[in-house]
């Protein structure tokens, strides 16, 4: 069985430009999560989407935005990029819930801000 | 507000030594979950344990093994007889109704084993 995968691997954009990353998910796995991780601020919430919704949203500025789409691949989208975003993106997929089931992580994507 | 403390940041031990790793935890929630992950250099997070706040039982696997305990907001983790492979960053983090569906982090503790 596939795991998740994540596209790009590695990124390094401009300050200002804006940025997609995709996701995708386990075949089967309706849940994808996306996780922002920094030396600073370790693992945080980004936003979670099931069945095409999303479902749960984290404490990050509008210029961070996601969608899934009906084979449950995710995307993300930053725009407006900042120097401060330059991090690990971590997608994660489950059945359903997190809580209830086991999630999988995909290997990420290096996003670089210069 | 939901925390995750780690308060260890790195450990480092030597092989067949055996080594616990901290979690403290802070919820208002009566219903909550606990997780523990591994963060190989590879850097994809691998799941190894989930709890959830009405089973305090411990559990085994293996040589691992993870002690919960309400009454000090505890959920430490415990390797047996390290090794090489078990280097990596672990993470523990909890779930509960506020956090819907989100996992919230510690911020990590460093496993080094040499051999």
């Known amino acids: 069985k596939a795991g998740v995968t994540q596209t790009p691997r590695y990124l390094i954009k401009t300050r200002g430009q804006q940025v997609t990353l995709s996701c995708s998910p386990i075949s089967g796995h309706r849940s994808v999560s996306w996780y922002q991780q920094t030396p600073g601020q370790g693992l945080q919430f980004l936003f979670e989407y099931f069945s095409e919704t999303q479902r749960n949203k984290g404490n990050f500025p509008g210029r961070f935005s996601g969608r899934q789409f009906s084979n449950s691949r995710s995307e993300m989208n930053v725009s407006t990029l900042e120097l401060g975003d330059s991090a690990l993106y971590l997608c994660?997929?489950?059945?359903?819930?997190?809580?209830?089931?086991?999630?999988?992580f995909g290997p990420g994507t290096r996003l670089t801000v210069t | 507000a939901q925390k995750v403390t780690q308060a260890q940041t790195e450990i480092s031990v030597v092989e067949k030594e055996d080594v616990t790793l901290d979690c403290v935890y802070e919820t208002r929630d009566t219903t909550y979950y606990l997780f523990w992950y591994k963060q190989p250099p590879s850097g994809e997070l691998v799941f190894l344990i989930r709890r959830n706040s009405f089973d305090e039982q411990n559990e085994i696997s293996g040589r691992y093994s993870w002690n919960f305990q309400k009454s000090t907001s505890s959920f430490n983790f415990t390797i047996t007889a390290s090794q090489v492979v078990d280097s990596a960053v672990y993470f523990c983090?909890?779930?509960?109704?506020?956090?819907?569906?989100?996992?919230?982090f510690g911020k990590g503790t460093t496993l080094s084993v040499s051999s």
């Open positions: 983090a909890l779930s509960d109704y506020r956090a819907g569906t989100a996992l919230i």
């Open positions: 994660a997929s489950s059945l359903d819930s997190p809580k209830s089931y086991e999630q999988y």
